[in-house]
């Protein structure tokens, strides 16, 4: 209990020190980054499945290691620029749908603000404001277009008023497809540009897709409220089932 109280004495101190009224206007006033999470794990997590999807289906078939090279670094470019692509149409028509609502928010406004403003009166209304209070709230809100429009996109559509950039993360998911998606391929690489080959490339094209799933996992726990380990396992398990299952698939089709 002694413990718990110090810590909890600590944590308060430490959040007392950081919640000057400066601090959080200057805080508040700063706008925060987009997080790219998502499209780096994303384009990570695939880079690898993918890539040791081709590795142990082409292994399992039996075929050459020139062969799984081919095939792997082939796969590895057209998948990487294709997942790219998509993410930047996905996110840029995200970003077009929020425009578009603003837009019909904005004329909305101007051609009949009387909706509009009610719209803002049960939003509030919703949340528990009652009488003088809820009609300051709506007088406030309605004084500014901008500010009118931002909160029907908030509290009707749910949608978030910072959107990613288009281009940053088809970036982020290129580039962590392409990097982590060497991996399962690597060992067949090395055998190919160096003379101290890999006696079983494919048996270190496993072991390091396993390590690239875990590691993936780890840097995703920095972000969450995960411990590194957890989320390592997590990945590993999840990534390790499809790498596992396009391994049986190319044995199924060893035979044709």
Not at 173 to 186: C, D, Q
Request: net charge positive; charged share 20%; with cysteine.
């Amino acid at each position: 209990m002694m413990t718990g109280s110090s810590d909890a004495d600590t944590l308060r101190q430490q959040l007392k020190a950081s919640h000057s009224p400066e601090q959080i206007r200057k805080r508040l006033a700063q706008r925060k980054p987009h997080s790219y999470l998502k499209d780096f794990v994303y384009g990570a997590v695939d880079g690898t499945v993918t890539t040791f999807a081709v590795v142990s289906g082409v292994a399992g078939a039996g075929l050459a290691p020139k062969v799984i090279l081919v095939m792997g670094l082939a796969n590895l470019l057209a998948d990487g620029f294709s997942m790219a692509v998509s993410n930047f149409l996905g996110v840029r028509a995200e970003k077009q749908q929020v425009e578009k609502a603003r837009a019909e928010e904005l004329l909305h406004i101007a051609v009949y603000p009387e909706g509009e403003a009610e719209e803002v009166r049960q939003i509030f209304a919703n949340k528990g404001f009652t009488g003088e209070v809820l009609e300051q709230i709506v007088r406030i809100i309605t004084s500014s277009k901008k500010q009118w429009a931002d909160t029907m996109l908030q509290e009707e559509y749910a949608y978030p008023l910072e959107r990613a950039n288009p281009w940053k993360a088809a970036l982020s998911t290129f580039t962590s497809f392409i990097t982590m998606g060497l991996v399962p391929v690597f060992p067949f690489v090395w055998n190919f540009l160096v003379s101290n080959q890999f006696r079983d490339p494919f048996l270190w094209s496993c072991l390091c897709t396993l390590v690239a799933f875990f590691f993936i996992g780890a840097i995703k726990s920095r972000f969450i409220s995960k411990s590194w380990y957890l989320s390592g396992l997590e990945t590993l398990v999840l990534g390790g089932a499809a790498a596992t299952l396009a391994f049986f698939a190319g044995n199924l089709l060893k035979g044709l």
